[in-house]
C-alpha cells in the first residue's frame, strides 16, 4: 500500500501563502504523488539511497528550492519551501532527509561563502548533479558542538583537518562535503571554521551506513579526516566563522523539520480520516465510536497548530528579519507533535496499523528522528528558555 500527502485535508487555508506559493506547492503535491510516493516503501524496507529521486529532485528544480535563482536555484519564497518539503516528506520522509541534508550543506555555502564559492558549488547541486552533505556532529560532540575536536592546521599550502564526524547524512553518496573544525581550540565557538571538501579528496575516508529505526533510506555515515589537505579557498568566510554560519544554517533547517513533520503528520491524519470510514467493526465504521472522533480531532488540532507555528517561522524569515526563536518554537511543537500524531494514527488503524503492509508503523519512525537532529527537544528548549532570561 502507497501513502501519498493528502492536498484535500483541512488546513486547506495556508496563511501567509500567495497563489504562487500555493501553485509550487501543488505542482510539487503531484510530483510527490506520482514520482517519490509509488518508491517509498522498498526504499525503506532496503534501506537505499535513491539516485532515481535525487535526480528526479534535480529535473523539478527541488534540489535548489532553498537557493537564489542567481546561484542556479528556484528562487522561491520560504513559504513555498516549507509547503514542498511537506509534500516531499508526506511521499517519502527517506528522500525528505536526503534533500533537507542536500539544503545544509548548500545553505552553508550560500551564507557562509564567497561569489566564487558560489559560483563554483551552488549551480551543479541545485540541479541535483551534485549532491552535498553537513558535517558538524561527531561522537563526543552532538548537541554541544563546543565539544568538537575535529582541527584544521594552518599549513603551507592551506589547512590539514583532522578528526571523525559520525552521523552525516548523504555522505556516502556524496559529492562534498561542509566539514566543521576547530581552527582555535582557545576561542570555543570561535575558534571554529567551515571548509567545503570535495569527496574525493585523499585522506577522507567514509564508512558503510548506518542502520537506523526511520528514514532509513536518508543514509548516514562515519567520516574519518585523516591528514586531509584542502587550500585556504576551500574556507567558508573568514577563520573562526563557522560556529555562527552553522547556527544560521540551522535556523532555516529548524523551519524545514517542522515541514517535514507537517508532512508526514498530514499523511498520518488523511490516512486516518480514511480507515476510519473504511473500517467496519461490529456493523458499521470505526468512524461512529466517538472516541476514534475524538482522537481525529486532536490530530488535526495539533497538526494545525504545528503548521501555523511553521510557517509563522517561514514568513518571518521572507521578511528578512531573525527567526531563530520561532524556528525553534516550530521545530520543537511541530516535532513532538507529529509523534502524537502518528502514535494516534497507528492506534486508529489496529493491528492493521502495526502490520508494516498499510505504512503507517513506517511513518511512526520516519517521525521519531525529528525530536533529534538539527537540535533536540531538550536543545530547542533551551534556546526558546534562553530568549526569555537574561
Ligand atoms: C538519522 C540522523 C541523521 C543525522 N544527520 C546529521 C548530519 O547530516 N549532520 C550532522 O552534523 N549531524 C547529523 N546527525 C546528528 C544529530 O544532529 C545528533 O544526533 C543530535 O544533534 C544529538 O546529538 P547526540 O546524538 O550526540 O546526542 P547527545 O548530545 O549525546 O544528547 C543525549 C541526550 O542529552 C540531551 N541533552 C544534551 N544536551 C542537553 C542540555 N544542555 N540540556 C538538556 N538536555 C541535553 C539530548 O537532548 C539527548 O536527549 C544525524 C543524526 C541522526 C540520528
Known amino acids: 500500500m502507497t501513502l501519498s500527502p493528502a492536498f484535500d485535508l483541512p488546513p486547506s487555508a495556508t496563511p501567509f501563502a500567495s497563489a504562487d506559493d500555493i501553485a509550487v506547492a501543488a505542482e510539487v503535491n503531484r510530483f510527490a504523488r506520482e514520482v517519490l510516493a509509488p518508491d517509498s516503501g522498498r526504499i525503506d524496507r532496503e534501506a537505499v539511497f535513491s539516485a532515481f529521486n535525487m535526480h528526479a529532485l534535480g529535473e523539478m528544480g527541488l534540489a535548489g528550492m532553498n537557493l537564489p535563482e542567481r546561484w542556479g536555484g528556484a528562487g522561491v519564497s520560504p513559504i513555498a519551501l516549507y509547503l514542498s518539503i511537506e509534500e516531499v516528506a508526506g511521499a517519502c520522509a ?36 551534485t549532491l552535498g552533505a553537513f558535517a558538524l556532529t561527531e561522537p563526543a560532540a552532538g548537541s554541544n558542538p563546543a565539544d568538537m575536536t575535529t582541527h584544521a592546521r594552518r599549513s603551507a599550502e592551506g589547512y590539514v583537518l583532522s578528526g571523525l564526524k559520525h552521523f552525516i547524512s548523504n555522505a556516502g553518496v556524496a559529492d562534498f562535503i561542509v566539514v566543521f573544525a576547530v581552527t582555535d581550540p582557545h576561542a570555543a565557538n570561535r575558534g571554529m571554521s567551515a571548509f567545503i571538501v570535495p569527496k574525493d579528496t585523499p585522506g577522507l575516508k567514509v564508512g558503510p551506513p548506518e542502520p537506523t529505526m526511520g528514514i532509513r533510506g536518508g543514509q548516514i555515515f562515519e567520516v574519518t579526516l585523516d591528514a586531509v589537505a584542502v587550500p585556504e579557498s576551500a574556507r567558508l568566510g573568514p577563520e573562526g566563522t563557522g560556529f555562527k554560519t552553522a547556527m544560521k544554517v540551522l535556523d532555516n533547517g529548524r523551519v524545514e523539520i517542522a515541514a517535514t513533520a507537517t508532512g508526514i503528520a498530514r499523511v498520518a491524519l488523511g490516512a486516518s480520516r480514511d480507515w476510519m470510514q473504511e473500517r467496519k467493526v461490529g456493523g458499521g465504521p470505526i468512524a461512529r465510536f466517538q472516541g476514534l472522533q475524538w482522537m481525529l480531532a486532536d490530530m488535526a488540532t495539533d497538526l494545525e497548530a504545528a503548521r501555523l507555528m511553521g510557517l509563522n517561522a517561514a514568513r518571518i524569515r521572507a521578511c528578512g528579519k531573525r527567526f531563530s526563536r520561532e524556528a525553534s518554537l516550530a521545530k520543537l511543537y511541530a516535532s513532538e507533535a507529529v509523534g502524537r500524531i502518528t502514535d494516534k494514527a497507528l492506534q486508529i488503524h489496529g493491528g492493521y496499523g502495526f502490520a508494516t503492509s498499510t505504512g503507517i508503523e513506517r511513518l511512526v519512525r520516519d517521525a521519531r528522528i525529528l525530536r533529534i537532529y538539527e537540535g533536540s527537544s531538550e536543545v530547542q528548549r533551551n534556546i526558546i528558555a534562553g530568549t526569555m532570561l537574561a
Open 94 to 129: 527517506s528522500t525528505c532527509s536526503m534533500l533537507t541534508a542536500h539544503f545544509l550543506a548548500t545553505d552553508a555555502i550560500l551564507i557562509g561563502g564567497s561569489d566564487e564559492q558560489k559560483a563554483h558549488w551552488l549551480p551543479d547541486a541545485a540541479s541535483g548533479r
